[in-house]
């Protein structure tokens, strides 16, 4: 089978593929001003801001932790090594981006020991800016959200104020909640992936993850053509050790298992990456399609609708929609107060689905992308092992805005700052300043 063979039928790939990229920006009538984003990783600040207080005591030590150009999992991995457990015993609230410096907690399941008992963790890459005891191990998105600052190269300084008017625009409005393009992996396809796995199409996910894709690194050319042409272990010698998903699956291949034995052998935690993106993706498309008919500020009859305080959501009738515009309880007043928010789906076989034309919408693009909902119920108990689903808010607010243009010994910069809440991509945001396919600054290796 051809490494971009995607099957045939109902399950083929479609041809155009739902959405990495925004198809429109709510900012549409702003100019775009390009520029380079991660030129170097101290362009790039990003700092959690924490969800609740410790309690100086318990069984797990927390970090507070600042890396710069290491990638989540290689940080988990060190922090395991360093503190003698497994990987599993190491929490983190939220994956943060390899090229910035990024300031975050972590926690490490220690019972008995304090962080007195280990020796200091400094490293090039990766330092403890304090420590403390809490009685729980940190969960995945138990933060309140990220202070990010942002410098953008590239651009002439005075383009600050087309910035300043785009970062006013989505605090007012909010931001298009779009999965940022990090999200589908470094190749751009870990949602094809994602969506083979779901499927059972399990050689087709294998192909994609290793077989020739122009987007790829050149230092992988070589390895993925000998993939493609049947030698394996040709790829294996030759494959960069430093990619250690794909080596795991080429040295189960090289072994003779099958390949959906040698995505077994790929960590839970990173398969569930790749079904991450194939909803992502779904969740993209739905959100382009919201922006495209002006309704991403608006609930519709039928929409669910998110409310930003307590994390749940509520059906939205016609009854909702006529209530008095001054009444502070009301829908309209909640909305326009940014407590509530229109939904979108991240697609799993439980997920609350909403009616009329919103429910047609999410359907439509499910299908669109070669699934219907009897896949989903199918994909259960397979290695995709999926969740149940949930509903993520298809804006978000955007606070604490601030531009300056600046330079610096490496030239003139746009200094953009802003907090978003957690699950919120800040190239989204620069994405609506930039309105280009936004140049991250690195090359390919």
């Known amino acids: 089978m051809d490494a971009h063979q995607g099957g045939q039928g109902r399950h083929a790939v479609p041809d155009t593929d739902p959405h990495v990229r ?35 005591e318990g069984e797990h030590i927390y970090l507070f932790v600042e890396k710069r150009g290491l990638g989540a999992i290689d940080m988990i991995n060190a922090i395991a090594r360093h503190f003698r ?16 410096i990024t300031r975050q907690l972590v926690s490490v399941h220690a019972p008995g020991k304090t962080p007195e008992d280990f020796p200091m963790l400094d490293r090039e890459d990766m330092h403890v800016l304090w420590a403390d005891l809490h009685t729980e191990k940190l969960k995945r998105g138990a933060l309140q959200g990220n202070r990010f600052v942002i410098r953008l190269r590239g651009v002439e300084a005075t383009s600050a104020i087309v910035a ?31 969506r083979a796995i779901v499927l059972r199409n399990y050689q087709e996910a294998v192909d994609r993850l290793l077989g020739p894709d122009e987007r790829a690194p050149r230092s992988q050319e070589e390895a993925r053509a000998r993939y493609a042409a049947g030698d394996i272990e040709g790829a294996w010698k ?40 194939f909803q992502s993706a779904i969740f993209n498309a739905i959100l382009d399609q919201r922006l495209i008919d002006a309704t991403l500020d608006q609930l519709l009859p039928g929409d669910l609708a998110y409310h930003h305080e307590h994390r749940s959501t509520f059906a939205i009738d016609q009854s909702h929609l006529a209530g008095d515009p001054g009444d502070d309880a009301g829908v309209p007043a909640m909305l326009a107060r940014f407590e509530i928010s229109p939904s979108g789906p991240l697609w799993g076989r439980e997920m609350t689905r909403p ?62 700052a802003f907090e978003l809440p957690r699950g919120a991509f800040a190239t989204t945001v620069m994405e609506e300043v930039c309105k280009t396919r936004i140049d991250q600054g690195e090359e390919r290796s």
């Open 164 to 194: 300043d008017k785009v970062l006013e625009r989505l605090a007012r409005e909010g931001v298009p909640n779009r999965f940022g393009e990090q999200r589908f992996g470094y190749v751009g396809n870990n949602h094809l992936i994602g």
């Open 355 to 416: 009616t009329g034309r919103a429910g047609e919408v999410e359907l439509d693009r499910l299908r669109a992308f070669g699934l219907d909902t009897d896949d989903l119920d199918r994909a259960d108990g397979s290695i995709a092992e999926m969740i149940g689903g949930a509903r993520r808010p298809l804006r978000v607010p955007l606070t604490d805005p601030d531009v300056e243009g600046g330079m610096d010994e490496h030239g003139p910069y746009i200094k953009c």
């Open 85 to 100: 457990v497994r990987p599993d015993a190491v929490g983190s609230a939220g994956l943060k981006d390899r090229h910035a």
């Open 22 to 56: 925004p198809a429109r920006y709510l900012t549409h009538d702003q100019p775009p001003i390009g520029g380079v984003l991660k030129q170097r990783p101290e362009d790039f600040i990003v700092e959690e801001l924490p969800l609740f207080a410790l309690k100086g």
């Open 238 to 277: 030759i494959f960069p050790r430093s990619f250690r998903t794909e080596q795991v699956v080429i040295n189960a291949l090289l072994k003779g298992k099958s390949p959906e034995a040698a995505l077994r052998a790929v960590p839970k935690n990173v398969r569930s990456y790749y079904i991450s993106a």
